[in-house]
Nanobody, 123 residues
Framework: QVQLAEAGGGSVQAGGSLRLSCAVS????????AAWVRRAPGKEREEVAR????GTRIYTDSVKGRFTISRDNAVHLQMNGLTPEDTAMYYC????????????????????WGQGAQVTVSS
């Protein structure tokens, strides 16, 4: 049974940093891909970063150079240079490696989701 448990988040002033972590259990080794997805009030859900089972990282343009996704026995999102536009609920998502190449991922029905972590950035 796959389980995800998010930690981190909080409130910070613009220019500050936060680190999100998502403890992952139920997979064998790195046989899964992971992503961080955020949802802000009044905005569409946005995938900010993803990492493949082999460690390939992809970022949305608005966070390139500021956010870093990484993994060990958890999936982390290091967020630097935060701006008020980064304020959102952040969710981690994972899927088995055979689902990672799907064009619909992370919206596959087989995707697992964390409970969410609130990030609030004040100006």
């Amino acid at each position: 049974q796959v389980q995800l448990a998010e930690a981190g988040g909080g409130s910070v002033q613009a220019g500050g940093s936060l680190r999100l972590s998502c403890a992952v259990s139920g997979y064998t080794g790195n046989s899964y891909c992971a992503a961080w997805v955020r949802r802000a009030p009044g905005k569409e859900r946005e995938e900010v970063a993803r990492i493949s089972p082999t460690g390939t990282r992809i970022y949305t343009d608005s966070v390139k150079g500021r956010f870093t996704i990484s993994r060990d026995n958890a999936v982390h999102l290091q967020m630097n240079g935060l701006t008020p536009e980064d304020t959102a609920m952040y969710y981690c998502a994972t899927a088995q490696w055979w689902d990672c190449g799907s064009s619909s991922w992370p919206d596959n029905p087989t995707t697992y989701w964390g409970q969410g972590a609130q990030v609030t950035v004040s100006s």
